[in-house]
């Protein structure tokens, strides 16, 4: 069993389109995170939360919305895609705020 | 706001032999916790282990060892017996207990196993 998921692995697509990545954790933890790691492979916290709610979201352009319909789910929307947009994006979940984090595989994103 | 500071890109190591990743980082709190993760060409990232700052005793999980140095603010990865699936990126990391926030990483040492 996956403890932390995402889908999908690989995500192609234009300019301008709008996709999601879907996140789900089955360890039961109350925190779920989006990080982005760029080409150079620098992560860096995108949003935090916490029983379904927004706790931190650092610099990110309002493209990208995070939506949390369960505490097991963390999904992110992202709204006209742009060539800087390209990176590896990583759900991770943990039991309490700032713990030990638990990754899923990472998504792969390529904008064309 | 905390920082993560790994000075090495790149290091290499023969097999079987033993590999010391540098990592500093910087902070004024006292309580908070340190963790080594390590990403494979897979690109999972795997918790390799962790440190309270609490504990003077470093951790150890099999042939990876920690040097926590709390007033140097400094915390190194030992890794012994070094085998061809070490090789990866290894990430420090830091979060704080106090506060909101979030988990710190360094920019990561890349770790090559040579046969």
């Known amino acids: 069993d996956t403890a932390v998921s995402q889908t999908p692995k690989y995500l192609v697509t234009q300019m301008g389109n709008d996709k999601s990545i879907k996140c789900e954790q089955n360890l039961g933890h109350d925190t779920m995170y989006w990080y982005k790691q760029d080409s150079k492979k620098f992560l860096k916290i995108m949003f935090s939360?916490?029983?379904?709610?927004?706790?931190i979201n650092e610099t990110v352009p309002n493209r990208f919305s995070p939506k949390s319909p369960d505490k097991a789910h963390l999904n992110l929307h992202i709204n006209s895609l742009e060539l800087g947009d390209s990176a590896v994006y990583f759900c991770a979940s943990s039991q309490i705020l700032n713990t030990e984090a638990f990754f899923g595989q990472g998504t792969r994103l390529t904008v064309v | 706001a905390q920082t993560v500071t790994q000075s090495q890109p790149e290091m290499s190591v023969q097999e079987a032999e033993t590999v010391t990743l540098s990592c500093t980082y910087d902070t004024s709190e006292n309580n908070y916790y340190l963790f080594w993760y390590k990403q494979p060409p897979s690109r999972q990232m795997i918790l390799v282990i962790r440190q309270e700052a609490y504990k003077q005793q470093n951790a150890t999980e099999n042939r990876f060892s920690v040097n926590f140095q709390k007033a140097a603010k400094s915390f190194s990865l030992k890794i012994s017996d070094s085998q061809l699936g070490d090789t990866a990126m290894y990430f420090c990391?830091?979060?704080?207990?106090?506060?909101?926030?979030?988990?710190?990483f360094g920019k990561g040492t890349r770790l090559s196993v040579i046969a």
């Open positions: 939360y916490n029983n379904k709610e927004l706790i």
């Open positions: 990391a830091y979060y704080s207990s106090s506060g909101n926030t979030p988990l710190v």
